[in-house]
C-alpha cells in the first residue's frame, strides 16, 4: 500500500476532533487488513500499533478511522469503505453504548439513550433528537465531518441502523 507518510501528520493536526474509542478504530482497522495492508503497513502508516488499535479500553485519535478509508479509497481497494466498514461491524463498535440501545424498551428510548450517551464513542460526537408531527428526526454531527465528506456519519448511521433493527426489528429510513 503506497500511502504517503503524511498521514500521520494528517492525524496530528486534527488532534481538535478528539478521539474516540479504540473498538470504532478496530471495525475500520479490521477492514484494512482484510483489503491485504500488512499489520506492520498499518502500524508505520497510521503511527498506532495492532496491539493498541484492537485494545478496547484504549482511545485513539478520531480522524483516525476517516483517514484509514480515505487510504483505501485513494489505493482502489474498494468502492464504499465506509459502507463496507458498517455491514461488518460488530455492534461493538460504539463501545458499550450498544447496551443503553439494546436494553431499552422501545425505539425513543434506544434514540434518548444514544442521544445521551454518544460521548462514551466519541467525545465530541453531536447526537440531537428532533420531533415532528411524523416522524422523529436523528442527526449526529462530528467536527471531522467537513474534511471527510460525512464518511464518518456513513459509517456510524448505517451501523447504528443495523443495531436499531436488529433491536427493534423493522426502524425507519436513512435519509441524506
Do not use: W
Amino acid at each position: 500500500m503506497q500511502i504517503p507518510m503524511s498521514i500521520k501528520d494528517r492525524i496530528s493536526k486534527r488532534s481538535s476532533d478528539g478521539t474516540v474509542s479504540a473498538s470504532a478504530i478496530a471495525a475500520v482497522a479490521k477492514h484494512v487488513l482484510a483489503q491485504g495492508v500488512s499489520s506492520d503497513e498499518l502500524s508505520d502508516t497510521f503511527g498506532y500499533g495492532v496491539p493498541d488499535i484492537f485494545d478496547p479500553k484504549m482511545r485513539l485519535p478520531a480522524a483516525m478511522g476517516p483517514e484509514m478509508m480515505r487510504s483505501l479509497i485513494e489505493e482502489g481497494r474498494g468502492s464504499a469503505p465506509p459502507l463496507d466498514v458498517a455491514e461488518q461491524a460488530p455492534f461493538a463498535f460504539f463501545s458499550g453504548l450498544e447496551h443503553a440501545i439494546l436494553l431499552a424498551k422501545d425505539g425513543r428510548q434506544a434514540l434518548e439513550n444514544f442521544a445521551r450517551y454518544a460521548s462514551i464513542f466519541g467525545e465530541l460526537i453531536s447526537v440531537r433528537i428532533e420531533d415532528s408531527a411524523h416522524y422523529v428526526e436523528l442527526s449526529i454531527s462530528h467536527p471531522a465531518d467537513a474534511v471527510f465528506n460525512g464518511c464518518c456519519n456513513d459509517t456510524v448511521l448505517a451501523i447504528f441502523t443495523r443495531l436499531m433493527r436488529s433491536a427493534f426489528g423493522a426502524f425507519g429510513r436513512v435519509l441524506e
